[in-house]
T-cell receptor, first 114, second 114 residues
């Protein structure tokens, strides 16, 4: 168990809908990362937050947004969902969010868009 | 922009034999290199990292990796494979000089045969 929690574990929704994925980092970790894992695109870095501020942005669509709250938990919001958004979404955390930190991954949220 | 290649989709090795999972990278600045492992229906787990210093890095579960700057490689190795090592292995790179994004390779599926 990495200490990173993600809810929900599974989510099934329809195209056009909006969902929110939640992540709680390991105790003491200040940085949170979001990733999308799909069969055709592999593991894609979406966005990183450090202590409430956005630190790095990857291949995140404009329909997606994220934030990190004062208690350091993070939420990833996905809107106007398309079939292609079906994937496993991982959250990870690290102590300082620098380039040398290893990341601790949560178990993931499996999103199915029908 | 940084990139990572894992030239083998699948590696098969007999239990007790040495294993190698290959990774090559491309960055503009100094590379920060990581190996992660993913077991079925689980998040990724950190194995080891190279930031600076000794080119041979030792990590969890008896794994090690060798950083080769001239060949831009960071191959993962283990002297004696176990059936329980069967999993999906990801190499990741972060450019230490430019930006903050992590890039993960496509993954290599390791099967250790009894």
């Amino acid at each position: 168990d990495s200490g990173v929690t993600q809810t929900p574990k599974h989510l099934i929704t329809a195209t056009g809908q909006r969902v929110t994925l939640r992540c709680s980092p390991r105790s003491g970790d200040l940085s949170v990362y979001w990733y999308q894992q799909s069969l055709d695109q592999g593991l894609q870095f979406l966005i990183q937050y450090y202590n409430g501020e956005e630190r790095a942005k990857g291949n995140i669509l404009e329909r997606f947004s994220a934030q990190q709250f004062p208690d350091l938990h993070s939420e990833l919001n996905l809107s106007s969902l398309e079939l292609g958004d079906s994937a496993l979404y991982f959250c990870a955390s690290s102590p300082q969010g620098t380039g040398i930190d290893e990341q601790y991954f949560g178990p993931g949220t499996r999103l199915t868009v029908t | 922009a940084q990139s990572v290649a894992q030239p083998e989709d699948q590696v098969n090795v007999a239990e007790g034999n040495p294993l190698t999972v290959k990774c090559t990278y491309s960055v503009s600045g100094n590379p920060y290199l990581f190996w992660y492992v993913q077991y079925p229906n689980r998040g990724l787990q950190f194995l080891l990292k190279y930031i600076t210093g000794d080119n041979l890095v030792k990590g969890s579960y008896g794994f090690e990796a060798e950083f080769n700057k001239s060949q831009t490689s960071f191959h993962l190795k283990k002297p004696s494979a176990l059936v329980s090592d069967s999993a999906l292995y990801f190499c990741a790179v972060r450019d230490g000089n430019y930006g903050q994004n992590f890039v993960f390779g496509p993954g290599t599926r390791l099967s250790v045969l009894p």
